[in-house]
């Protein structure tokens, strides 16, 4: 297609937008990669298909589960790298009311020579040692013929911005969804580009009359910053050593069966160009990055992290109260771990090539922790604080804690691969909870309530102290168990609504027993009250709310915890 608009020596040629599910599902990714990258099966990614531009992609990104039809005769893949002279535009027809939706783009990998201040070598190595003394394990080389120096590289998956997400879009426009019903449909445009003289040029084009865009028409415009300087600065190019990225949004419970529509053919409400321009290019100034904003600070900031507040005294409480009852069954010792220290964020991964879970700046960073092997006749308890309570769920202070619009914990079968970095095969499961004074509207509160139903069954709740009682509401336990013929005791009835059970199949309907299981607490953030959020051309992120972490009750005589 050539560009008609305000400025010659444009093209641009459209992509698509599939669900996970239709991109090759899971078990495309773990053929390939050996990772599902934590993807969500009640609630898959959606993938950005962009077209094959000039870029040298590594060998593994060239495979029929991460392609896509070619409707312009180009072919689209899941993958790409962008030129100084080009940008990616996404038109989104907003989706109905749910409880969040977010778009970003991924920094997916690097090579390795990054991290290694260039120096050559002979081969991929497995694992090196930097300048600064930092240790650093090579991802798997899937290369086919050991010419792609790229395919010896840092499977990242982190943020290098502030997503795009439904508080950003109101705050900025006012809205951040369609009605419930998909009336009233509105189109946003996010511009992901280094190239700040582009952007602006795009900018202008979006109010061209109607006809002399291609992109059709949006009511606001977002850029989407690649840095190329800075921290976060990206490796912006061509060539074999420059970053692969990859563009994703997220759409979590919809209200209503029109959300759910949306959600299974994205390609209908989302449009994908690959723009190049032949004018010079420009650069962004350096982005300023600002800490997030949250309404209930759950560890207090002091000193001792979380160690002396109200709520991580209440989980210790708890789960030294499961760990006495579950000691108490023959033949099994319990421990209990809890981790106080606030997790890595997002924006340290390209800078030192972490794998950064595919975390976002407008969310609490990803927990996730190993529970190891689950067998059967053996329980892994997982508690923590229900970070989404809102005005209704609670009357006692401290609560609510009213800290994000969604909350959900997740398990996943772990493995082992040459890298010796444990992976997400593929996330299986896992319940949820919606805050009903943010998002307007209930989702099935699957872990409202389920710290005091356990208790109750088990007939520990009089043994809590007046404390704990009273914040019950703010917290969730959810018990993992295998099925079992003869179920006799609380933790394996599912009928309770805390138990899951874990079939002994493979993903995405089980999790083997010789495999090891790992667990995963998301919560999206609620941005805090009167804090407004920065307009998205500042990133944020950069120091996240402190908010506790779970604790993990695992069978010492399998294994021990591990994270």
């Not at 002399?212 to 977002?222: H, T, V």
């Amino acid at each position: 297609m050539t560009y008609v608009g305000q400025q010659p020596g444009f093209t641009v040629t459209p992509g698509d937008a599939v669900s996970f599910t239709a991109s090759g599902g899971c078990a495309a990714y773990i053929d390939v990669l050996g990772s599902c990258f934590g993807n969500n099966p009640i609630t898959p990614y959606i993938i950005m298909q962009v077209p094959f531009g000039s870029e040298n992609l590594p060998d593994w990104t060239i495979n029929p589960a991460f392609e896509g039809p070619p409707p312009s005769g180009t072919s689209l893949d899941n993958f790409y790298q962008l030129s100084m002279n080009e940008a990616l535009i996404t038109v989104i027809t907003l989706p109905p009311v749910g409880a969040y939706w977010s778009f970003q783009t991924y920094l997916i990998e690097r090579d390795w020579t990054y991290y290694n201040n260039g120096e050559p070598t002979t081969g991929c190595p497995s694992a090196f040692t930097d300048a600064s003394g930092i240790q650093h394990v090579t991802t798997p080389v899937y290369d086919s013929d050991g010419t792609d120096p790229n395919d010896c590289g840092y499977d990242v998956f982190g943020e290098f911005n502030n997503s795009i997400n439904n508080a950003v879009v109101f705050n900025q426009f006012g809205q951040g969804f369609s009605n419930a019903n998909g009336s009233n449909p509105v189109a946003i445009a996010v511009i992901t580009t280094p190239n700040q003289a582009l952007y602006n040029t795009l900018k202008q084009d979006f109010s061209a009359p109607r006809g002399q865009s291609p992109f059709g028409s949006a009511s606001e415009i977002f850029p989407e910053v690649m840095p190329t300087s800075g921290k976060t600065s990206l490796n912006i190019g061509l060539q074999q050593t420059s970053d692969l990225f990859g563009s994703i949004m997220r759409y979590n419970v919809p209200e209503g069966p029109t959300g759910t529509v949306w959600q299974d053919n994205p390609g209908t409400y989302i449009n994908v160009y690959r723009v190049y321009s032949s004018a010079t290019p420009t650069s962004f100034p350096t982005p300023t990055i600002t800490a997030q904003s949250y309404n209930t600070d759950e560890c207090n900031l002091g000193s001792n992290g979380c160690a002396v507040t109200r709520y991580q005294s209440d989980l210790t409480e708890l789960s030294g109260l499961l760990v006495t009852y579950l000691n108490s069954l023959q033949g099994h010792i319990y421990t209990a771990a809890s981790a106080n220290s606030h997790p890595t964020n997002g924006f340290g991964c390209p800078e030192i090539g972490n794998f950064c879970q595919g975390s976002t700046n407008d969310n609490d960073s990803y927990r996730s922790y190993g529970i190891g092997l689950l067998p059967i006749g053996s329980y892994a308890i997982v508690v923590g604080a229900l970070h989404s309570t809102s005005a209704g769920d609670t009357a006692t202070p401290p609560g609510p804690l009213n800290n994000s619009v969604y909350t959900s914990v997740t398990w996943a079968d772990s493995a082992q691969y040459i890298t010796g970095i444990s992976e997400n095969e593929g996330v299986t499961g896992g319940p949820s909870q919606s805050n009903v004074s943010a998002t307007g509207f209930a989702s099935p509160p699957l872990l409202t309530g389920s710290a005091a139903a356990l208790l109750n069954k088990l007939n520990l709740y009089n043994e809590a102290s007046p404390q704990l009682q009273a914040d019950l509401p703010d917290l969730y336990a959810v018990v993992l168990s295998r099925p079992v013929s003869n179920c006799t005791i609380a933790l394996c009835n599912a009928k309770n609504g805390f138990v899951y059970l874990i079939n002994t199949s493979y993903p995405p309907n089980g999790i083997p027993p010789d495999d090891n299981i790992s667990v995963t607490e998301r919560a999206y953030l609620l941005p805090g009250t009167p804090d407004p959020l920065l307009p998205p051309t500042a990133l944020i992120g950069a120091s996240a709310p402190y908010l506790i972490g779970p604790t993990i009750i695992c069978d010492k005589t399998v294994n021990a915890c591990n994270w």
